[in-house]
């Protein structure tokens, strides 16, 4: 007799439950890095732009499935993006903004994938061209978008909120300070996580935004500096953050969970190897995927943390 759940993966529906360890997935149809990831409300990932060690940026976009281990390429991107980033509205589809094609062109474009018909649609753009920046679902379905930089070599701590209903973009409360190359993560309660970045030196700050209140709030600190870092929401309310480059710019596998119910940081398993620049997501059963990045060289190895 075959007990419930004995060939199933691990399930994490509480602290008690998750599992401490990584699973090596079917890689990525390619290698990328730089590229974003978001949540499909069917339990599917999107995975989207990126670049290569020659430098070519890409606008080819796929799905990954969970429940076959598999990819499946999608309608392109209508442009080559890198540094991008991406976020999950609550109907469905996907928010795409922001990025770079080359050292001199940056971009305030910004579209909509929607899975059901398999197409992507130009919306507003936001405010002012960034790359390099972060963004993550409020849970009022609107999206915050953090950060970034542009062609002016100027690291920005601007906020912008992204409403799909109006169609619209509006400015909020700054960071605290200007970052790149950080990441974002909802938490349960509404409110986003950003950590870690870059301006030029490393950091390993950390904030909370509010978006009831339109304020930014300081938490513990990473327990080290940070950046091209990833981070996804686990199910049980805390954030999985995980790889990036540390001060001496390195590649690392160092993996951390925050838990706001604590503000406090732990360490947990290493990812499998270094990576930076990598993707990741959250998945439908609680488990987060982690793909691509840079390993000295791109790379299109995939991982399930969970």
Known sequence: MTLPGLNTPPILLAKSRLRDRWTVVANMPAARG???AAPLSDGRVLVCGGRTSTAAYYNTAWIYNPSTNSWSSIANMPGDRGYHAAAPLSDGRILVCGGQNSSTAYYSTAWIYNP??????????????????????????????CGGYNISTTYYN????????????SSIANMPAARGYHAAAPLKDGRVMVCGGYTGSYHNTAWIYNPSTNSWSS????????????????????VLVCGGLNNSENPTNTAWIYDPSTNNWSSIADMPEVQASHAAAPLS???VLVCGGLNNSPTNTAWIYG
């Open 34 to 36: 730089h590229h974003a």
């Open 116 to 145: 059901t018909t398999n197409n992507w649609s130009s919306i507003a753009n936001m405010p002012a061209a960034r790359a390099r920046l972060a963004a993550a679902p409020l849970s009022d379905g609107r999206i915050l978008v």
């Open 158 to 169: 601007t906020a912008w909120i992204y409403n799909p209903s109006t169609n619209s973009w």
């Open 219 to 238: 938490i513990a600190n990473m327990p080290a500096a940070r950046a091209r870092l990833a981070a996804a929401p686990l199910s049980d309310g805390r």
């Open 285 to 287: 059963d609680g488990r």
